[in-house]
């Protein structure tokens, strides 16, 4: 590997990812004398070319790290590109997004003798897919029960998955056994989870589950009331947006409600279950926790989104046709 560019929003994430790709062009050679973090508010591209174009002292192989590469512009990161044409086989660059928007300039070269990692958290099965490869690689063998109650409690807080794994093995020892009982003394308060997370529950009419996605919302996600909302009206407005109109490819739903084709798709089948009158109960449901919480009813915040959710579950529950008092 002569380069790598490596993005995500995550910063635990991202310095798994710069660990990995340093590990990988080491290749044996001795960390404290291969690898060279470059950075300051003072550092210049010139000077990166410098650096990756001396070579090795001691060691076969030099790793450069370079972050926040998004701090230069297109034209000043050409000298960068014009290196990238012809590196010097003896030295490796780590480049980390940051700073600003990266180069496509860079990014492109980067891709003709190098690679791209992008180290930002996968959401719906690709997370479980994701903590399943990596507990695959940890020092332990996990059971599948195991990664799958990691995987449900972490939800989209991916970052913390390298510290549990650590405290694991500094528990039970590199090789042991991992179940859910020895996991789950070491968990910690669930982590944060994803919007939809919440209104697939709602729509399943799984309450229990919808007020559990609530929690983690407001709690691990530090979500607020009014933005929690929001994507309940977005939720049912795309629904009512749906309702009535004759769409019935997923391509039409995603251009009426503006939303990406398999979202749209469940909109306009969940609008179809629900019926007109059940998804205008939903909106004036919404409509009303609006203004209690902004003073209408004395109730504290949680309470409001608490009663919302479960009605909104009721109605989920309920097959189209069919309305719901509450």
Not at 167 to 173: A, E, H, K, W
Not at 192 to 206: F, H, K, M, Y
Not at 281 to 309: F, H, N, Q, S, Y
Request: glycine share 10%.
């Amino acid at each position: 590997m002569t380069v790598v560019l490596i993005k995500g929003d995550d910063p635990t994430l991202v310095n798994d990812a710069v660990r990995e790709a340093v590990d990988a062009a080491l290749a044996g050679e001795d960390r404290s004398l291969a690898v060279e973090e470059l950075g300051g508010d003072e550092l210049t591209v010139g000077a990166i070319v410098d650096a990756a174009m001396t070579a090795p002292f001691l060691t076969a192989r030099r790793v450069l790290v370079v972050r926040e590469v998004g701090r230069w512009s297109t034209e000043e990161v050409e000298p960068l590109v014009a290196y990238l044409g012809e590196p010097l086989e003896t030295t490796s660059l780590v480049l980390v997004a940051g700073g600003g928007a990266t180069s496509q300039r860079l990014a492109n070269a980067v891709k003709k003798g190098g690679r791209l990692v992008d180290a930002g958290a996968p959401t719906g099965r690709a997370r479980t897919s994701w903590v399943t490869a990596r507990l695959a690689a940890a020092p332990l063998r996990f059971d599948a029960a195991a990664g799958n109650r990691l995987a449900e409690h972490l939800g989209e807080d991916l970052g913390r998955l390298t510290s549990i794994v650590d405290i694991l093995v500094s528990t039970y020892g590199e090789g042991a056994r991992v179940g859910v009982a020895e996991l789950e003394p070491f968990l910690g308060s669930a982590g944060s989870i994803a919007p939809w997370d919440l209104t697939d529950a709602i729509d399943r009419g799984d309450a229990e589950a919808a007020l559990t996605a609530l929690a983690r919302l407001t709690g691990a996600g530090e979500r607020h009331p009014l933005v929690i909302l929001a994507s309940l009206h977005r939720h049912y407005a795309a629904m009512l947006r749906l309702d009535g109109s004759g769409i019935r490819s997923e391509q039409d739903a995603a251009a009426a409600t503006g939303m990406a084709p398999y979202p749209a798709k469940k909109a306009m089948a969940q609008a179809a279950r629900l019926g007109p009158a059940n998804v205008a109960r939903a909106i004036t449901l919404v409509a009303d926790a609006d203004l209690d919480l902004r003073g209408m009813k004395e109730w504290p915040d949680a309470l409001v989104l608490e009663v919302l959710v479960a009605r909104l579950s009721r109605l989920g529950a309920r097959p189209a046709g069919r309305r719901v008092r509450s």
